[in-house]
């Protein structure tokens, strides 16, 4: 395996009951980098990024994350290690308001597999990336719209001071205007040193935040290359 990638699959197979999902998935993330998951619904790119974390009770292949083997991990040792995730139906905690819901996120300082202090994110750096969070920090998570509950599961993510996170169809639903902050969000996040994982079907969406792309059909990776 590559000594440079941050995250690296090799042979990932998946599996829900007795139907195979995903097929010998080979894919990495360099550090830094944003890759894209592109393909059509059914291509089975939130169950490759279910698997990476290892919300798929059955799979295969192995898995190595800033240099440690994790393929036989629970989810929760996955986190503990420095994998973030968001998943497409978000999950905020409706009762909680904005800075409640953050504060769950909240774990302590990372480092890079070489010993380098990793981004450590607070409060007030989250509210410049994301300033319609910072205009209300009181409200709870219910009474947000759907692209302020992405922008806050994305918040609470960081919160969390992740070396990667895998980013689950971000545009899906959401109005230009979000689009656009999603935009700024994710460049904004690879500024600061953080690498994504994302799938996606919006084609131009992932062409102005990606660096390069993977290509999936039904369970399987076709293509890998530059973003245009």
């Known amino acids: 395996m590559s000594a440079a990638a941050l995250l690296e699959v090799r042979g990932l197979n998946a599996w829900y009951g007795a139907a195979h999902i995903l097929f010998d998935l080979d894919l990495h993330v360099l550090p830094g980098e944003v890759v894209g ?57 409706s009762e909680l308001t904005v800075l409640e819901n953050l504060a769950v996120g909240r774990q302590s300082q990372r480092f890079w597999p070489d010993g380098r202090a990793a981004p450590f994110w607070t409060t007030e750096q989250l509210f410049q990336v994301f300033p319609n969070l910072a205009a209300m920090p009181d409200r709870p998570g219910g009474r947000m719209s759907g692209g302020e509950q992405q922008m806050l599961a994305v918040a609470r993510t960081l919160m969390g001071n992740p070396l990667l996170v895998l980013l689950d169809e971000p545009s899906e639903g959401m109005a230009p205007l979000v689009v656009e902050q999603m935009v700024g969000m994710i460049r904004a996040l690879k500024d600061q040193g953080v690498s994504i994982l994302l799938s996606e079907q919006n084609e131009h969406f992932a062409a102005r935040v990606c660096d390069r792309s993977y290509l999936m059909a039904q369970g399987q990776i076709h293509d890998g290359g530059m973003a245009e």
């Open 37 to 93: 998951l592109m393909g059509r619904n059914g291509a089975g790119k939130s169950t490759t990024l279910k698997s990476i974390m290892g919300l798929v009770p059955r799979r295969t292949g192995q898995i190595r994350f800033a240099g440690l083997d994790i393929s036989g991990l629970a989810t929760h040792d996955v986190a503990r290690r420095g994998l973030g995730y968001v998943p497409e139906d978000r999950r905020v905690f």
